[in-house]
């Protein structure tokens, strides 16, 4: 099992906001990161150091964090955005763990 | 620009070898981490381990050692993954991934499935 919990599934409809959610006990004081997987291809970094955006990441998506909970949010989704998404970050021993995945569908 | 370009997929019989490549072009390659990440199929992202790129240190998570190692050729910019004894449970797709340390894994290989069956 992930040291990182994401829930398995998310769904929302088009222009509506998705928020996907990982917690772990690390979270409070480590930083998190957000990749997407669209499928057959490598992931993509969407989020790092909890809510920073990399260059050419649409402003869609944001990071927040509060305790040992990170959350990644979607603002007016789009039917480009079906993927998976992961959330990263180092454990105990400063290793790195991914969570479990979140498939997000776009009704 | 950036990119990791990983070497074609293979198929190979439990009990082989096999050596996936990873070819960093666009920075200096020496000055980030590479990083291996694991598949399954269908399933989630695995972390592996890292290698040095300034000094050839490679980590593993404990889960991956003994029969996988991480090199490198800095003469071609090249990282390297090798697994020995091949079992059908290697079956996956692998990742190199540039480490930016606090900006997380910021540039991915296109993944190298490995399918390893009799």
């Known amino acids: 099992s992930s040291e990182l919990t994401q829930p398995p599934s998310v769904s929302v409809s088009p222009g509506q906001t998705a928020s996907i959610t990982c917690s772990g006990e690390?979270?409070?004081?480590?930083?998190a990161y957000w990749y997407q997987q669209k499928p057959g291809q490598a992931p993509v970094l969407v989020i790092y150091?909890?809510?920073e955006r990399p260059s050419g990441i649409p402003e869609r998506f944001s990071g927040s964090s509060s305790g040992t909970e990170v959350t990644l949010t979607i603002s007016g989704v789009q039917a480009q955005d079906e993927a998976d998404y992961y959330c990263?970050?180092?454990?105990?021993?400063?290793?790195?763990?991914f969570g479990g995945g979140t498939k997000l569908t776009v009704l | 620009q950036v990119q990791l370009v990983q070497s074609g997929s293979e198929l190979k019989k439990p009990g082989a070898s096999v050596k996936v490549a990873c070819k960093a072009s666009?920075?200096?390659?020496?000055?980030?981490?590479i990083n291996w990440v694991r598949q399954a199929p269908g399933q989630g992202l695995e972390w592996m381990g890292w290698?040095?790129?300034?000094?050839?240190?490679?980590m593993y998570v404990q889960a991956f050692t003994g029969r996988f190692v991480f090199s490198l050729d800095l003469s071609v910019d090249t990282a390297y993954l090798q697994i020995d004894e091949l079992k059908t449970d290697d079956t996956a797709t692998y990742y190199c991934?540039?480490?930016?340390?606090?900006?997380?894994?910021?540039?991915w290989g296109q993944g190298t499935l490995v399918t390893v069956s009799s």
């Open positions: 991934a540039r480490g930016s340390g606090a900006a997380g894994f910021d540039f």
């Open positions: 666009g920075y200096a390659f020496a000055y980030y981490a």
């Open positions: 290698i040095n790129t300034n000094n050839g240190s490679p």
């Open positions: 690390t979270l409070s004081d480590q930083y």
């Open positions: 150091k909890d809510i």
């Open positions: 990263q970050s180092a454990n105990s021993s400063d290793n790195w763990v």
